[in-house]
């Protein structure tokens, strides 16, 4: 007879069908009904709820002020590694990739090692992995660090950008990583936004005084962001290399994506909540307010791009939908209050390039879509919504079946969530009930109509009916495997630089 540790009683599996899961040693052993529990077996009765993969958030900055121009700059990130997981674990999140970011002149290798001891010291509630941020992409970081990376430490994706001043590199450097990221079969991510067209709109405003934190979104125009998705996607396709456009924030650029992803070429798009539920008006919400939502690439029309990116969401131009989690505290001098200063006549005043750039959203991102897309529009199924927070991660990232799938054999990451009929649709307060570092949520005020009820991650139960039982540093670190999901090599595989110009 088959032991189990933990036997899901009627789980509602992806949405589609009532069964029993038996769980030992970490991964789901049998999938049935009328699973027998022994002695020792916990019976968890998910009463005909629905029952999920774990998310997987494909991108998160924890504790990423590290970088010589973090410390410059004298932001702090409101979240550590053990913060930002223990918030994750809460929404339903059970692995994390993380940023191991490179500064020019840095070695990268040394980066991620550091980033690995973070992670050790302050101990993850999550799985988790890197990917890397390449600044400086030296003959020594490609040639001989990377491989290293990526052959014997699992990192199978590298994070590029095409904007900021210490972060962007040239259109040659770029060919080049994406050269090196096809020979090691990685996934390229790309902040695709103009870095010299955000300069100048940038310039021009500051030159006027309009420095208020809405004129973020003027400086960051979206042809900044289609212009490069359509550069980077070029140069994709040149080089034949996977990239995932990240934080996609409007329509145009998600356009471009589009038509590559009709031909085939190995394009990827993520979006994230920010997008689907937050306009650009709130940047200019009173005493300072809007630099709560000061991100990049910036909110957008709103209904407008909204519209457009849930099109995105149901179309399956979106591949991934992440949190781009990058917290920094409102009331805080080491936060976003970095950006309020006071005029000549002291009068306040907000400067959005000194504002830090991002949003917490690591613990929201996986209710959100379930109760706005599923459950409120109703444009997405469960098995939609699974593909987008865990399965296409999950793939894209190297970390299916392993997770990312409820499969004998999977790990046992699984979200139980709450009967519909009996949950009790609650209005979001940051104080009560999120479990990050912040002092606030964009997504303030916003009913929920479901939220998970247990997380388990590799068969542990780590949230429970509000309260988090995991244990620091149980989350692990995984080493990651190729991108399985499909998509056309152009030139199969002996790609060089002759056939390539041919
Ligand atoms: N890009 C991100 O991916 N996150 C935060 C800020 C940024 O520019
Ligand atoms: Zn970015
Ligand atoms: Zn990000």
Known sequence: MQEFDIVLRNACVNGSHTCDIGIKNEAITALGLGLVPTEDTEVIDCEGAVVTPGGIDGHVHLAQDRSPRARAAGYVSADTIETGTRSAVAGGTTT??????????????????????????????????????????????????????????GIMSMKLFLTYKHMRISDKQFLKALKKARELKMVALVHAENGDLVDFFTEHLEEMGLTEPMYKAIAHP??????????????????DTPMVIVHVSVQEPMQIIRKAQSLLKPVFAETCPQYLLLGKQMLAEEHFCGAKYICSPPLRSYPKEIEAIWRGIVNGTFTIFSSDHCPYRFN????????????????????????PNGLPGVETRVPLLFSEGVLKRQCIDVKRFVELTSENPAKLYGLYPKKGAIQIGSDADLVIWHQQESFIPKRLNHDRDLHDGCDYSPYEGIEFLNWPRMTLLRGKIVFREGSIVGKRGYGQFIRRKPCSLPFQRRMGKQWNVLQAAL
Request: aromatic content about 8%; overall charge negative.
């Open 222 to 239: 979206l042809e900044a962001e289609a212009e490069a998705v359509n550069r980077a996607v070029t140069f994709s396709s040149i080089m």
């Open 96 to 153: 994390v990739l993380l940023f191991a970011e490179q500064a020019k002149g840095q070695s990268l290798k040394e980066q991620v090692a550091n980033y690995h001891l973070l992670a050790q010291e302050q101990g993850s509630y999550a799985d988790y992995g890197f990917h890397a941020i390449i600044t400086d992409p030296t003959e020594e970081v490609l040639e001989n660090e990377l491989p290293i990376l990526a052959r014997t430490g």
């Open 332 to 355: 805080d001098p080491q936060g976003k209050q970095l950006g309020f200063s006071r005029d000549c006549n002291g009068d306040p005043k907000g400067i959005f390039t000194k504002i």
